[in-house]
C-alpha cells in the first residue's frame, strides 16, 4: 500500500499530464494528419457512438481551466491571509489582477471564502468532463451558483474570458428551436 501512495505522489499534475489524460480519453492515437493536422480514432469507450472532433479540445481546455483554478486556490490559500479581501490581495500583488477567478469575482470577497466558493463551483468538473455527451449547461451552471451569482457582470466578463477557449461557455443552450437561458425558461429563438 504504501508503494502505491508514493508512486501516487510523485504523479504531478501538470497541463501536459491533463493534456495527456484528455487526448487518452478521447482516443487520440497520436497520429498526425496531412499539413500537421490531428487526427482523431474512436477509443474504447466509444463504442461507435459519433463524437465531435471539436468536444476533445473543448474538454482539454476546460481540464486546463480547472487544474489552473486549482492551483491558483492552493497557492492562495497556501500564501495568502484568509480573512484578506480579494482587492486588498489585488492591490499587494498586482500581477493576479489579471487572473479572471480573481479578476471578475466580487472584491469584497475573502481569500477563504473564494477558495470555499472555487471548490464548490468546480468539485463535479472532473466527473462532467468525462461523460457523454458533454453536459455543458452543468459545468457553466456550478460556477456562475458558487461564484457569480449576484454578480452578474462578473458571471458575464468571466464567460467571455473562458470563451476565447471555449467559445460556447456560458451561452444559453440551443435545442430544437428552443432557447433555454439556464434558469429552466425556453425562449423561441429567432
Same mark, same amino acid.
Given at each position: 500500500m504504501r508503494h502505491v501512495i508514493k508512486k501516487w505522489r510523485a504523479v504531478q499534475l501538470t497541463p501536459i499530464n491533463v493534456w495527456t489524460a484528455a487526448l487518452a480519453y478521447d482516443g487520440y492515437k497520436g497520429s498526425v494528419g496531412p499539413a500537421?493536422?490531428?487526427?482523431?480514432?474512436?477509443?474504447?469507450?466509444?463504442r461507435g457512438k459519433e463524437h465531435r472532433m471539436d468536444d476533445s479540445y473543448? @474538454?482539454? %481546455? #476546460?481540464?486546463?481551466?480547472l487544474g489552473g483554478v486549482l492551483q491558483t486556490t492552493s497557492l492562495l490559500m497556501e500564501h495568502e491571509r484568509g480573512d484578506e479581501t480579494l482587492a486588498e490581495l489585488i492591490e499587494a500583488q498586482p500581477l493576479?489582477?489579471?487572473?479572471?477567478?480573481?479578476?471578475?469575482?466580487?472584491?469584497?470577497?475573502?481569500?477563504?471564502?473564494l477558495a470555499t466558493a472555487a471548490?464548490?463551483?468546480?468539485?463535479?468538473?472532473?466527473?462532467?468532463?468525462?461523460?457523454?455527451?458533454?453536459? @455543458?449547461? %452543468? #459545468?457553466?451552471?456550478?460556477?456562475?451558483e458558487h461564484l457569480f451569482r449576484d454578480n452578474a457582470q462578473g458571471w458575464s466578463s468571466y464567460a467571455a474570458a473562458l470563451q476565447s477557449e471555449v467559445a460556447w461557455f456560458g451561452k444559453p443552450a440551443v435545442a430544437?428551436?428552443?432557447?433555454?437561458?439556464?434558469?429552466?425558461?425556453?425562449?423561441?429563438?429567432?
Amino acid at each position: 500500500m504504501r508503494h502505491v501512495i508514493k508512486k501516487w505522489r510523485a504523479v504531478q499534475l501538470t497541463p501536459i499530464n491533463v493534456w495527456t489524460a484528455a487526448l487518452a480519453y478521447d482516443g487520440y492515437k497520436g497520429s498526425v494528419g496531412p499539413a500537421g493536422a490531428r487526427e482523431w480514432k474512436p477509443g474504447p469507450h466509444h463504442r461507435g457512438k459519433e463524437h465531435r472532433m471539436d468536444d476533445s479540445y473543448e @474538454r482539454r %481546455a #476546460l481540464l486546463l481551466h480547472l487544474g489552473g483554478v486549482l492551483q491558483t486556490t492552493s497557492l492562495l490559500m497556501e500564501h495568502e491571509r484568509g480573512d484578506e479581501t480579494l482587492a486588498e490581495l489585488i492591490e499587494a500583488q498586482p500581477l493576479l489582477a489579471d487572473v479572471p477567478l480573481l479578476e471578475y469575482s466580487y472584491q469584497q470577497m475573502t481569500v477563504r471564502e473564494l477558495a470555499t466558493a472555487a471548490l464548490r463551483a468546480f468539485c463535479l468538473w472532473p466527473q462532467l468532463l468525462l461523460e457523454a455527451p458533454l453536459d @455543458r449547461a %452543468a #459545468l457553466a451552471a456550478s460556477v456562475r451558483e458558487h461564484l457569480f451569482r449576484d454578480n452578474a457582470q462578473g458571471w458575464s466578463s468571466y464567460a467571455a474570458a473562458l470563451q476565447s477557449e471555449v467559445a460556447w461557455f456560458g451561452k444559453p443552450a440551443v435545442a430544437n428551436g428552443r432557447r433555454n437561458d439556464g434558469n429552466g425558461d425556453a425562449r423561441r429563438s429567432a
